[in-house]
Structure formats: C-alpha cells, structure tokens
C-alpha cells in the first residue's frame, strides 16, 4: 500500500533553514502529484506547495521565494528546502500524494487544496523560535 515518511523537521531560529524529505512506496511514484501541507495548533491544514506529474509547481502565496519543493523520481523522494523561516512557519509538516496526476482545487492562500490529496504521512515537526 501507499506509504508515505517524512523526516528532516527540528527547531531553528529565524532566519534559518531546514530541509524535509518524504520518502515513498507501494506505488509508481512518478505518476502522481505530490504535496507538502502544515497544520499549526487550533488551525486548519493548509497546502504549502505541490508538483504535478508534468512537473508544474504550486506555491501558497505565503512561502513564495522561501520555500522550494523538488523531488527524485530515481528515489521516489520529494522534498522541501524551506529557506529564510518564520515563527509563524511553526506547524506540523505532512507529505501528501494525491489520487491523480494533478490537483483539483486550492486553498484560499494559493496552495494546493488538501481535497485532492488521499494519502498522507504521520508528519514532521517544525519549529522556529523568534
């Protein structure tokens, strides 16, 4: 079955860098959209950024120039290098892939909208101290 683990997430300060990775299995990999979404305490989860199977990219308009996602198809891992971060960055970091080669919908800050993604990881943590 579809698994997916991430792992790369830690505490930082502002300013600083962290990169995550999601490492997949069970499926063809390269055939499907992949995406990395956050959920802070008390709030919804919201799409940071996606990459179709065409390779087209999806940023929400709050990570735009600080974060880049990328993936290796060769080791069926995507990531995302999360650059210049914010106390407000602070969240719970999920890899999602989604039940087809794109997205269907955002959300209403831009990303990708967490209705197009069916399976997910258990997440990795992300915090940034002021």
């Known amino acids: 079955q579809v698994q997916l683990v991430e792992s790369g997430g830690g505490s930082v300060q502002s300013g600083g860098s962290l990169r995550l990775s999601c490492a997949a299995s069970?499926?063809?990999?390269?055939?499907?959209?992949m995406g990395w979404f956050r959920q802070a305490p008390g709030k919804e989860r919201e799409g940071v950024a996606a990459?179709?199977?065409?390779?087209?990219?999806r940023y929400a308009d709050s990570v735009k120039g600080r974060f880049t996602i990328s993936q290796d198809n060769a080791k069926n891992t995507l990531y995302l290098q999360m650059n210049s971060l914010k106390p407000e960055d602070t969240a719970m970091y999920y890899c999602?892939?989604?039940?087809?080669?794109?997205?269907?919908?955002?959300?209403?800050?831009?990303?990708?909208?967490?209705?197009?993604?069916?399976?997910w990881g258990q997440g990795t943590q992300v915090t940034v101290s002021s």
């Open positions: 069970g499926y063809t990999y390269r055939n499907y959209c």
């Open positions: 999602a892939a989604a039940d087809g080669s794109t997205w269907y919908a955002l959300d209403s800050r831009g990303g990708p909208h967490p209705s197009s993604f069916g399976y």
């Open positions: 990459v179709d199977s065409s390779g087209r990219l």
